[in-house]
């Protein structure tokens, strides 16, 4: 009786250790690749002083009817859930 549960339980150990262990190196390597691209993508982005002098050119009335729907709450949000999607399906694994 007792032979049975250890080996049960040196069988259940080893499942879940080496599916433990491969998981944990595939998302850690995942990981720095993911980091790699948004390194990437991060530089080819224009920078915070080319956004603000294109926004420079709206008319005080734009800008009021902006602010009224929520543009500075609403547009960052949707950029990075543009970006997310994108880096999500560029995962092999994932995606």
């Known amino acids: 009786m007792f032979g049975a549960f250890v080996s049960a339980l040196n069988v259940a150990l080893r499942v879940l250790l080496t599916s433990a262990v491969a998981k944990f190196f595939v998302f850690f ?4 690749v993911v980091h790699g691209f948004v ?12 956004l603000s002098s294109g926004l420079a050119g709206l008319s005080a009335g734009t800008w009021y009817f902006l602010d009224l729907m929520g543009f ?4 960052p949000a949707v ?11 560029r995962i092999p694994l994932i995606g």
């Open 29 to 32: 390597a995942l990981y720095f």
């Open 39 to 50: 390194e990437v993508i991060g530089g080819m982005l224009p920078s915070a002083t080319t």
């Open 72 to 75: 500075s709450t609403g547009a």
């Open 79 to 89: 950029v990075s859930a543009c970006a997310l999607r994108f880096l999500i399906r």
